[in-house]
């Protein structure tokens, strides 16, 4: 079973929907959970950041983190054109400097 | 905002010579990353630097490999014999160590022919 699992797409949704994006893990001991998006040939940009369990929002995006069934989602709503890019969960251990990255979902936004 | 900031964008080599990629971190920040992405692969971790000492690194940061601050803004990665499979996106990245989070530069191209 792969460490962190995420499905790559692509996923293509309407401009305004609200877009639903996961991953899931194996790693019981991850406390640290964050969402990162990149761009075509750019590097992962830090959306969210989630120590342990619980939701977190941030504007148009909200992180949730299942630490019992390992999932994790990053809801985007009101989506937009400009959202369009590579979705890149990642995972921590407290006591490891490596971040563990999922494949990435590549997400279209549709005008 | 403060970033990080890598150099060069492309960098384009022979097998077998050396490479020098360089980065400069976010100014307050005190734990320094590479990782690296192959075409198409995911993001992989490479190794973490910290009170100018290698605080972890992957099984992919063999002797090949080295990493130095040479003062106080520059953090730098050495391949000293570079392969073909060593062509990928090379990230630094940097972060402040109390909540674990860390912040990527815009990468390097690294191409070996």
Redesign the interface.
């Known amino acids: 079973q792969k460490e962190v699992e995420q499905d790559p797409g692509p996923l293509s949704v309407p401009e305004g929907a609200i877009v639903s994006l996961n991953c899931t893990y194996s790693n019981s001991a991850f406390q640290?959970f964050?969402w990162?998006r990149q761009y075509s040939?750019?590097?992962?940009?830090?959306l969210m950041?989630t120590?342990s369990s619980g939701n977190k929002e941030d504007g148009r995006f909200t992180a949730q983190v299942d630490k019992s069934s390992k999932y994790i989602s990053l809801f985007i709503r009101d989506s937009q054109p400009s959202d369009s890019a590579t979705y890149?969960c990642?995972m921590?251990v407290?006591r490891?400097?490596?971040?563990?990255?999922?494949?990435?979902t590549r997400l279209h936004i549709l005008p | 905002e403060p970033e990080v900031t890598q150099t060069p964008s492309h960098q384009v080599t022979q097998m077998g010579q050396e490479v020098i990629l360089r980065c400069v971190p976010i100014s307050n920040h005190l734990y320094f990353y590479w990782y690296r992405q192959i075409l198409g692969q995911k993001v992989e971790f490479l190794v973490s630097f910290y009170n100018n000492e290698i605080s972890e690194k992957s099984e992919i940061f063999d002797d090949q490999f080295s990493v130095e601050r040479p003062d106080g803004s520059n953090f730098t990665l050495k391949i000293r014999s570079t392969k073909l499979e060593d062509s990928a996106m090379y990230f630094c990245a940097s972060g402040d160590g109390g909540s674990g989070t860390q912040y990527f530069g815009p990468g390097t191209r690294l191409t070996v022919l």
């Open positions: 640290y964050m990162y040939r750019k590097g992962p940009e830090l950041y120590y890149l990642a921590k407290n490891d400097d490596k971040i563990i990255f999922g494949k990435g």
